[in-house]
Every structure is written in C-alpha cells, then in structure tokens.
C-alpha cells in the first residue's frame, strides 16, 4: 500500500510536468487551433536558458530563472509574429509541418550552440537531493517543488484568465476572433503574447524537470508524452490538461512498477489509443459537427 | 503558349497528356534502366558508389509514394509511417529466414503491412484531422516498442540479419542487381497508382480530400475508400521497407523512429503534396541533402560540423521554409518555371499568388 502511494506521488510530481506542457498546447490550440509539436523543444530550450544564467553565468537561483522565462517568453512571442503569422489559415497539416520542423531546428541549433552542445549538463538548484519523510513515504524535495509550482501556476493562470483584462482578451480571440475583432482586440498581437505565455509555461517545466533528468538537447522528447495528457483532457479544456497530465503521470509510475519491462513507455500511449477509439475527440472534448 | 483543345472526354483522364511528354519518360526510363552501363562509362571507378545512391533514391521515392497515396491524395495525416517501414523491413528478415522465396517474400511483406495498415484505419476512421496525426504517432511508438520488445523474432534491440536475396538460384548481392529489383519495384508501383488515380477509386480519394462531406454527398463511400488508402500506402510503404531491409542487410528498431516518419514527411511537403513528382523530388531532396553535409562538413567549423542532429536540423529548416515560402514544394516550384516558359514573356506573379483565407475553424460555436 505504502509503495502504492510512493507511486502515485512520484507519478503526480512527473504528471505535474506532462500537464504544464500539455498546458501549453491547449493555450495555443485553443487560439489558433494550432498543435505546437515543438512544445516539447521549447521545455529544453527553457531548461538550457536556466543553465546558462544560472549554470554559465553564475546568477542567483530565482533571477536566473526569472531571466530565462522572460527569455522564453519573448522567443514563444517572436516565433509566432515571424514563423508562424505567414501560414495562418494554411490547412492543418501544413501547420503542424511547421511546427515539427521548428522542432527540429531548435533541437539542431542547441546542439550547435557553443557553451551548449550535446552533452548533459545540470542546472544548480539550492534544493537538489533533499528530502521530506512523512512517516514512512519519503517524498524527494525536487517533486514538491514541481507540485506546488503547478499549483501555483494553475492558480495564476486562472486569476489571470478571470479577472485581468488581457486575460479575458485572449479568452475572446479564442473563443471567436472575429468577434473579438471587432470589439477592437488586436487579435493578432493578442496571439503572439498567447504565444508567448505558452512558450514561459514549457520554460517553467523545463526548469522544473531539470534537476530530475539533467538537461540535454533530447529533453524535449519528454514533451511528447504530453500529448496523450492533451487528448485525454480534449484538447480544448484548461482543467482538462492538467488533469490527463496527472492520470498520465500515475499511469506510467504505475504501468514502471507493476508490469513487465517496457510497458513503462508505451502505456501513455496505449491510453491515448484507447481513449481515441472510444471517445474520437478526447475524453473531455465537445464532439465537432461541422455544419453543411 | 499551348491551348488544350478537348475533342474526346478521354483526354481529361488520359495517361499521357501531350505525345512529347511521352518521349520524355520513356527517354527517363531507358536512362534508368541502363544506368549500371552508361554509370560505368561516365563515373569509371565510383560507378558502384553512384549506383547504390540511385538504388536508395528510388526506395525512397518509393515510401515516398506509399505516403503521398494517403497525404497527398487522400488528405489523412500520418506521423506514423515509419511504423509500416519497420513492419515491411522486419516482415521480409523473419519471411525470408523461413525460407520463403524471394518475390514472393517482398509481396507478402507489403501484404502484411497494408494489413496492419487496415487494422489501423478502422478505427481512424473515426478520427480526424490533429487526433488522427496524434494516433498514428501512439501507433509508430507502440510498433517500435514491439520491434524492440519481441525479441524472439525481431531480435529486439541486437537486431536483426537479413538473408540476401535469391532469385531462381541467382543471389542477388551485387549493387546493380539490387538497384535494378528495387527500380522494378518502384516502376511498377508508381505506375499502379498513376493509373489508380484515374479510375473511381482514386478520383474518389481526391474528393474526400477535398471535402469529406462532399464526397459523401455525391454517394462515396468513405470508410472504404479511406480504408483502402490506409491499405495501399501502408503496403507500398511496407515494400519500400522490406527493399530497404535488403539495402541495408542489418535491422535494429531505431532505424522505424520517429526521425524517419518526419523524413518520410519531408519527401511528402518539401516534393509537393498531391503530385507523384513531388514524391520523387522530395526523394531527390532526402537523399541529397546528406550527401551534400558530408561534403558541406569539411569547410564548416568544427562546431557546428560536429552537431549529431545536424542533418535533422537541416531537414527541418528546408521543410520550415517550403512551408513559408513554397507550400506546393518543389513540384509547385516546377510548375512555375513550365508556367514561365509557357507564357513568356506575359508570365504573372499574381497568377500562383496565395489566397488570402480566413481561418477554417473545425471547432462549434
């Protein structure tokens, strides 16, 4: 029982990272209705901008992070008004060709970056390889860290999208950009800054996942796990995100322990097959009938 | 400039449009099937070299085409195809070790994968669009966990041998002899699908394309039409996969991942979505591009020479730009030049100018 929970607990902390990238991809799609297959890519840059104010640079712990989110904001920003504005109202597909290929040229550019390159590298924080007993289940610092930090983004994120006028702005482009148009939101600019705040939500589980697999140029495959979290929320739903990133999260913690060896790594997906099959547009998402 | 002047309703669906584009092919066949002999005379000594590189050109062209069937033609995305290589591949490697003969080891290996390529389309059918990308992903990680996993007879991750092949008692192990089985293949392939697409079936895969509730409408039947889609492109892709097996005569999962399923992509988009020439250009490009880093790499730094994902990097920057600049790929590229020619020197920018669109939500309001 004791090792169930230990389980549980580890698969939330992880869980905890696989819905803030899912996050990520719901914020965009919900705007553009565009899936960012470099969501992932974006973690490991995310991860690499810690590492170098942190690690390279010698800056304060918070600073440094607070520099690198920053950074990986005005990237998420950046990329949007220069790669992906061009294609919008492309087909689907092109899109996410587009945003593979990002994908790939952020993965090659890392490696090829000098004081980057292709070697693992850990970003010194002040609470690595602590640990909390609570009775007999021995919770590691760096997962609280993790959990609470969602926690508090998921707090944030919601105050921000209730009460802030920017917030409700950019629920208003998503939800129709026409009418928002024309209540004079600047669509536009709206979506690059939604952009952007995707791209500082991966920063922020980049950072969070550094001291637990070290920071390498593959990072980034991580983020594809977040896809299942995504399909199982609906892609459309905030709560619904972070929610299949939880139960993807236990799964697999679950799925490690007690099945054969392997199935640590496919259960995720075999999830997502499943629930695919079942439920064609997500457990949580509304069916689309497109109107003739 | 020509006109084209419809006596016959034949002509619209007729296989050669003009009698000179006939000369031309049959000049680009005659080229390829005697290329092991003119190779000899014009390259001497790396005639070998340049033989085996059009023997993996036309493979890929090959898989190439596998995709373009179910992309191109039928508008289903799949990020998995990867999957229907490895199960070609491997189908062939167990097969031929059970001493199955040769030919008829290649059209089982195809047989097998567009099966598993009907597994996976009954329930696809059901999905669209993002969810049916995101599903053929699950399903490429899934097959390469089972290649990696079963290794009682993929060999899992110590891989596996591929017996070479024998053909009436002949083996086939020179790089002419399998240049010319892998060109045979290719021909054959990309002529059932030339004439596929003239007949019902395949002008019915464009409709769906097109619209899926048109198509319907007009009293095609979609599950099966996508169904069989699902089938051919996973059988040509199966075979592409098992000619590769012979090409590289050693299999390990990490060869069907997901990098090859964007390769497979990047022949798709970067050749030009809907064209069988596209197929064939993007081929040109996958098989290119490394040849021309390996050169590149002596006259760049260091640093970035030395980057292992260079060569994906690279794939990813042409297929971000093709996006961005030239959605059609190269076969739209083409076309403009055919199109300069033809209309010089009244030729207009604005004639291939992208429309302005709004966006096409999927979603209900």
């Not at chain 1, 230990?6 to 899912?22: F, T």
Request: hydrophobic share 55%.
């Amino acid at each position: 029982m004791i090792n169930f929970v230990q389980l549980c607990i580890n698969g939330v902390a992880i869980g905890c990272i696989y819905a803030l990238v899912a996050l990520g991809f719901v914020l965009i799609y919900k705007a553009t209705e565009t899936v960012n297959f470099a969501q992932g890519d974006l973690m490991m840059l995310g991860a690499f901008f810690a590492y170098t104010t942190v690690g390279l640079w010698g800056w304060p712990f918070l600073v440094g992070v607070g520099a690198a989110v920053a950074g990986m904001m005005v990237l998420g920003a950046l990329l949007d008004r220069i790669v992906l504005r061009p294609v919008v109202g492309q087909p689907a597909f092109a899109l996410v060709m587009l945003t593979i290929g990002i994908g790939t040229v952020a993965r090659a550019m890392t490696g090829a970056m000098p004081g980057w390159g292709t070697e693992t590298y850990s970003i010194p924080t002040p609470y690595a390889g602590n640990k909390v007993n609570l009775g007999e289940l021995v919770i590691s610092v760096e997962h609280l860290v993790i959990i609470s930090v969602t926690v508090g983004l998921c707090v944030f994120l919601f105050l921000f999208f209730r009460y802030t006028k920017l917030g409700v702005a950019m629920q208003a482009s998503s939800q129709n950009q026409l009418a928002a148009y024309y209540m004079g939101i600047p669509v536009k600019t709206v979506f690059s800054l939604i952009w952007g705040l995707s791209a500082g939500v991966a920063g922020i589980a980049g950072i969070l996942l550094a001291p637990i697999t070290l920071v390498d140029v593959n990072l980034g495959f991580i983020g594809l796990k977040a896809f299942p979290a995504a399909v199982l929320g609906g892609f459309g739903s905030i709560p619904g995100a972070i929610v299949g990133g939880l139960i993807i999260g236990v799964i697999e913690a679950l799925a490690g322990f007690y099945l054969p060896l392997g199935f640590k790594d496919i259960a995720a997906y075999v999830v997502l097959l499943v629930v695919l099959f079942v439920r064609p547009h997500g457990l949580f998402g509304q069916m689309a009938r497109k109107k003739v | 400039m020509r006109f084209l002047f419809r006596t016959t309703y034949d002509q619209d669906i007729r296989l050669f449009q003009f009698t000179h584009q006939k000369a031309w092919y049959a000049v680009l066949l005659v080229a390829l099937f005697t290329a092991p002999l003119w190779l000899h005379v014009v390259a001497g000594d790396n005639a070998d070299y340049y033989i085996s590189v059009l023997e993996s050109l036309s493979g890929t062209a090959l898989a190439g085409l596998g995709l373009m069937v179910l992309v191109g033609y039928t508008g289903q995305v799949s990020l998995g195809h990867a999957a229907f290589l490895g199960i070609g591949a491997y189908a062939e490697a167990v097969l031929l070790g059970y001493g199955v003969p040769f030919p008829l080891s290649l059209v089982l290996a195809a047989l097998i994968s567009g099966f598993v390529g009907v597994l996976v389309a009954i329930p696809a059918l059901r999905l669209v669009g993002l969810y049916l990308a995101i599903a053929t992903f699950a399903f490429l990680i899934i097959i390469q966990e089972v290649l990696a996993r079963w290794e009682s007879v993929t060999g899992g991750n110590n891989g596996l041998r591929v017996p070479d092949m024998v053909l009436f008692g002949h083996e086939l192990s020179e790089d002419w002899q399998k240049y010319y089985v892998v060109l045979i293949c290719t021909v054959l392939c990309f002529l059932a699908v030339i004439n596929l697409l003239r007949s019902p079936t395949g002008r019915a895969m464009v409709a769906i394309r097109d619209s899926e509730i048109a198509a319907q409408s007009l009293g095609v039947n979609v599950a099966r039409v996508k169904t069989f889609a699902f089938f051919l492109s996973a059988a040509i892709t199966g075979l592409s996969g098992a000619l590769f097996a012979h090409k590289a005569s050693f299999l390990s999962p990490e060869a069907f991942g997901i990098i090859a399923s964007l390769n497979l992509l990047v022949i798709v988009v970067v050749g030009g979505l809907g064209s069988l020439h596209g197929a064939v250009f993007g081929a040109i490009i996958l098989v290119a591009v490394p040849q021309l880093l390996s050169i590149a790499k002596d006259h760049l730094p260091p640093a970035i020479a030395g980057t292992p994902g260079l060569e994906a990097g690279v794939f990813g920057l042409i297929l971000v730009l093709t996006i961005l600049f030239e959605p059609l790929g190269m076969y739209g590229r083409w076309m403009k030049i055919k199109f300069w020619f033809a209309m010089f020197p009244l030729y207009k920018r604005a004639t291939f100018k992208r429309q302005k669109s709004y966006m096409k939500t999927e979603r209900v309001h």
